[in-house]
């Protein structure tokens, strides 16, 4: 027998109409790069992604078509999000921080037919886009009389005579509600990035599930200033959460130390702030010497990269902030788990609470997870096993873009290359990483990438690549090299080697020269081993 309920698409148009009609005064925010800020409402929002559906809608571009950005977190890029998902085309966010033959590469697998971006990046744009082949129009998020003449970039315009002149008032098309809302490309895996296409259900559900208490608890009474970029997974599902609670945004934009994010959230009044280590390294690194103290911020969610125990300490201790240690993934739109206390922990000792806060927490309801051994065969609950971790969940990507990679699941889950325990509570905790990646300030870097560049120098053998941690970056690479027999070259002109092929915060910090690399039965390098043989090592600077 089936229910008698209405059928209904989840639909990314419905959140902006939603926020427009109950939540319509509530306050935007952005630092714009400009400087200035700049000060709008959630009907003022709804209105102008309106516009921008308008927009393409006169430029005829057909459902489907992906329309990329280069752009930091501010009410224009907030306007593309569901001015382009909205109206059934794909919103693909590029990172900046790629090198720009990168960006060139990601720009073309996704076939991209417009490009928005902030002038900060104009001259990213002026590089790289005589190598997007399919990008036909280029848009710079500025005012009209903004726009600087002789750029090189054809069919550029600024958004505002982009989109400005349209009608505001739209027919939000009633959508499959698995029809693809955005693509977000990551560098988390082996060989070339690959995108997760997100679809309106998986992100309206995430949605849904990253507003509810024991995740990031979002509300009508928040004023969130997501600092983890909207390049980044979608700045975690904020943008879409807060529509659906009504919550004020407060954005950053190119802003990210941390005098000015301090500054932002105390006048704006912020509750709940997001972003990796990194950034709150930054603003901890400015309040604690000129001894400032938080007015209203109440919690963070960290995540991205694993939370310094020292760092939970800080903000609660120091602060009295809450501190959400949270896991995720491109893959899970990200959220797979946050950690919140159950009832029965309220009472344990300050050291047993604080064990607990440093794992990734619990699954939130749609994801489900399971650590298992190399034969695929599940591993017990029980906070010691540990094993490689795989997901499942209406969030989860069954496939990558195009099918790049081929099917990614094992048996219908998800393998992350994460390793960890779980408890008998549930909490789960990464132990370690069995993919070949390094993350550094919640950026990937490819040790695959750092070695082929070493292995291009005419003196290099051979080339590992390992992650060294770093109390700022969390990681740092340096690559391990043997020299070939009767060949010489420096550790500088190696490093310089590098210079040009790789984004500089690519390159890595060190070269060490070994005279072995330790290679396992099939010939793969064993970089624990390698790990083990430089235990002593201290990363330059130090
Ligand atoms: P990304 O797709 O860039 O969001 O990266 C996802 C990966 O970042 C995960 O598979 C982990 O390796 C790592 N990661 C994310 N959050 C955490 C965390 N809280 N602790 C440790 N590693 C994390």
Not at 437 to 463: C, F, L, Q, R, T
Request: charged fraction near 20%; hydrophobic fraction near 40%.
């Amino acid at each position: 027998m089936l229910g008698l309920m209405q059928q209904q698409s989840l639909l990314i148009s419905s959140l902006i109409e939603f926020s427009d009609q109950h939540h319509g005064d509530g306050e935007v925010v952005s630092r714009r790069v400009e400087g200035d800020i700049h000060r709008y409402t959630w009907s003022d929002v709804a209105r102008r992604s309106r516009q921008v559906a308008n927009a393409l809608d006169a430029q005829k571009l057909p459902e489907g078509t992906r329309i990329a950005t280069l752009a930091w977190n501010g009410y224009r890029h907030l306007e593309l999000y569901f001015g382009v998902s909205g109206s059934g085309r794909v919103l693909h966010t590029m990172n900046p921080r790629l090198h720009p033959e990168q960006l060139a590469w990601i720009a073309n697998h996704a076939e991209d037919q417009v490009l928005c971006f902030d002038m900060t990046f104009l001259p990213l744009v002026q590089a790289v886009h005589s190598h997007c082949k399919t990008i036909t129009q280029f848009v710079a998020l500025c005012d009209a009389d903004k726009l600087p003449e002789g750029t090189g970039i054809p069919n550029l315009v600024s958004y505002e005579a982009w989109m400005g002149q349209q009608p505001s008032t739209y027919d939000w098309p009633q959508l499959d509600e698995n029809t693809a809302c955005s693509l977000c490309y990551t560098s988390g895996t082996t060989g070339n990035p690959k995108g997760a296409l997100y679809s309106h259900r998986s992100t309206v559900l995430h949605a849904y599930a990253a507003a509810l208490p024991d995740s990031m608890c979002i509300s009508a009474r928040d004023s969130i200033l997501p600092v983890v970029p909207m390049f980044h997974v979608n700045a975690w599902g904020i943008p879409y959460s807060a529509a659906m609670a009504g919550a004020k945004l407060v954005f950053p934009g190119p802003a990210l130390d941390g005098k000015s994010v301090y500054e932002l959230i105390e006048a704006e009044g912020v509750t709940f702030a997001a972003g990796v280590p990194t950034v709150w390294q930054m603003l901890l690194g400015h309040m604690a010497p000129a001894g400032l103290k938080f007015s209203t911020l109440n919690r963070t969610v960290i995540g991205g990269s694993a939370c310094p125990p020292a760092m939970i300490d800080a903000f609660r201790q120091n602060y009295n902030v809450d501190v959400l240690h949270a896991w995720g993934m491109t893959e899970l739109s990200p959220l797979g788990t946050v950690c919140t206390l159950k009832n029965k922990h309220l009472s344990l000792p300050a050291e047993q609470q604080m064990k607990l806060r440093m794992k990734q927490g619990r699954c939130i309801f749609g994801i489900d997870m399971k650590i298992v051994d190399a034969e695929g065969q599940a591993l017990p609950h029980d906070g010691k096993s540990a094993g490689d971790l795989l997901v499942k969940g209406p969030w989860v990507i069954a496939s990558y873009y195009k099918q790049e990679g081929g099917n990614p699941l094992v048996d219908g889950w998800f393998p992350t290359g994460d390793v960890a325990t779980i408890d008998t509570d549930g909490f789960m905790q990464i132990t370690d990483r069995s993919k070949d990646v390094i993350k550094s300030g919640g950026e990937w870097i490819s040790s695959i990438d750092v070695e082929n560049i070493a292995m291009a120098h005419p003196a290099v053998a051979m080339a590992a690549c390992i992650g060294m941690r770093h109390p700022k970056w969390d990681e740092r690479p340096i690559v391990c090299v043997v020299k070939k027999p009767g060949a010489d070259v420096t550790r500088e002109a190696l490093l310089a080697f590098y210079e040009g092929k790789t984004a500089k915060w690519q390159i890595p910090d060190d070269v060490v020269f070994v005279d072995a690399i330790p290679l396992g039965g099939t010939g793969k390098m064993l970089k624990t081993r390698l790990r083990e043989q430089l235990a002593d090592y201290v990363l330059p600077g130090l």
